[in-house]
T-cell receptor, first 116, second 114 residues
Framework: AQKITQTQPGMFVQEKEAVTLDCTYD???????LFWYKQPSSGEMIFLIY????DEQNATEGRYSLNFQKARKSANLVISASQLGDSAMYFC?????????????WGAGTKLIIKP | SAVISQKPSRDICQRGTSLTIQCQVD?????MFWYRQQPGQSLTLIAT?????????ESGFVIDKFPISRPNLTFSTLTVSNMSPEDSSIYLC???????????FGPGTRLTVL
């Protein structure tokens, strides 16, 4: 079974609109972390936001927020007021266990295109 | 955040040759990770490299094909040996941050094998 599922292979969004990128995960661990990364066409992986399984508040970083619904095992990324520069691949990843010795498990990614 | 550089940024190589990719970090880190991203795919972990010990390889990756060095806490190399067109990928170096909620990536090496 897939550990990380991103159901949207691609999305087109109008500039300045909000965007929600879906991510569901599957784990039996109580301790885990969820990550979102952005990968522009240049290929670099840019860390956006992190949510720990014990965090009670949804994580926020500037225009990025993570809509964490633990019971539904959902960790959707919300980008407010989208910009042309937000066009990129977006990957959701999970670490089972909170220690960095545990590897990241990656979703297949969502290609986001912002239209002017 | 950690600043990570990789060399080369891209290369085009002939089948059967080898390429060594360098990863330099601006701070000392215990663990460094090497990933492969094949065209249109997500990331796959190749191996984890700790300073002073042998790298730990993931299933499907072997040391003879992807030898790794980790001579100190700020540097690592990954060699892609006896390359074939199937090795054409982006290779990414990654390090953990100061906290468990951080993992940073280098800019990647875009490899094309003809």
């Amino acid at each position: 079974a897939q550990k990380i599922t991103q159901t949207q292979p691609g999305m087109f969004v109008q500039e300045k609109e909000a965007v929600t990128l879906d991510c569901t995960y599957d784990t039996s661990d109580q301790s885990y972390g969820l990550f979102w990364y952005k990968q522009p066409s240049s290929g670099e992986m840019i860390f956006l936001i992190y949510q720990g399984s014990y965090d009670e508040q949804n994580a926020t970083e500037g225009r990025y927020s993570l809509n964490f619904q633990k019971a539904r095992k959902s960790a959707n990324l919300v980008i407010s007021a989208s910009q042309l520069g937000d066009s990129a691949m977006y990957f959701c990843a999970m670490r089972e266990g909170l220690d960095s010795n545990y590897q990241l498990i990656w979703g297949a990614g969502t290609k986001l295109i912002i239209k002017p | 955040s950690a600043v990570i550089s990789q060399k080369p940024s891209r290369d085009i190589c002939q089948r059967g040759t080898s390429l060594t990719i360098q990863c330099q970090v601006d701070s000392q880190v215990t663990m460094m990770f090497w990933y492969r991203q094949q065209p249109g795919q997500s990331l796959t972990l190749i191996a984890t490299a700790n300073q002073g010990s042998e790298a730990t390889y993931e299933s499907g990756f072997v040391i003879d094909k992807f030898p790794i060095s980790r001579p100190n806490l700020t540097f690592s190399t990954l060699t892609v040996s006896n390359m074939s067109p199937e090795d054409s990928s982006i290779y990414l170096c990654s390090v953990e941050g100061r906290y468990n909620n951080e993992q940073f990536f280098g800019p990647g090496t875009r490899l094309t094998v003809l």
